[in-house]
């Protein structure tokens, strides 16, 4: 990854971090933008990814988060955000970002159910989710407004982690 793309994808991380804490949504619009900026770097050679490959790494991006979402567990924002992340990333590095976003995720659902005096009750509910075959669906609708956060900035650390480990 360039050092441009680096760049261009740390800006929009940024963005999408800041409004998803304030907004809990990311707006289309950003990820667009996102998309739009990692397409057009590759088309000008600037990323150091093909165009193909930036296509392909924007729908890996979403293949990737889209389970997530079908279970209830992300919102739309989050998908399109990682498809995002792709088109600048491509799909050799979209893996690896939704891969470290998942360890980036999971710690900081322990911070914020440690935070928010919930760690027990998050600790069962992920029990459930384990042991209970099939159950992921029914555990994470049935969880209260008080186990959910902004996935945004999971996305931005281990997108970030990933471009700088690579």
């Known amino acids: 990854m360039s050092n441009v793309a680096f760049v261009a994808l740390v800006g929009g991380l940024a963005a999408a971090t800041v409004i998803d804490l304030r907004t809990r949504r990311i707006p289309n619009e950003l990820t667009a933008a996102i998309a739009g900026v990692g397409l057009g770097l590759a088309a000008t050679g600037t990323s150091g ?31 399109k955000l990682m498809g995002a992340v792709g088109a600048v990333m491509g799909p050799g590095l979209v893996v ?3 891969l470290f ?10 911070l914020v159910a440690t935070k928010r005096q919930r760690l027990a009750a998050t ?10 075959p099939g ?12 186990s959910r956060f902004a996935y945004g900035p999971a996305i931005a650390v281990g997108s970030v982690v990933a471009a700088l480990v690579a």
Do not use: C, E, H, N
Not at 49 to 57: E, Y
Not at 64 to 73: H, I, K, R, T
Not at 101 to 110: H, M, S
Not at 139 to 146: D, L, N
């Open 49 to 79: 990814i093909t165009v193909a490959a930036s296509f392909l790494g924007f729908f890996l991006g979403l293949l990737l988060m889209s389970p997530g979402y079908l279970l209830g567990a992300t919102g739309a924002g989050d998908v």
């Open 101 to 110: 976003t998942a360890i980036a995720g999971g710690v900081l659902a322990v």
């Open 96 to 98: 690896s970002a939704f």
């Open 123 to 132: 600790l069962v509910q992920t029990g459930q989710l384990v042991t209970g």
């Open 135 to 146: 159950a992921a669906p029914q555990v994470i609708r049935a969880s209260t407004g008080a």
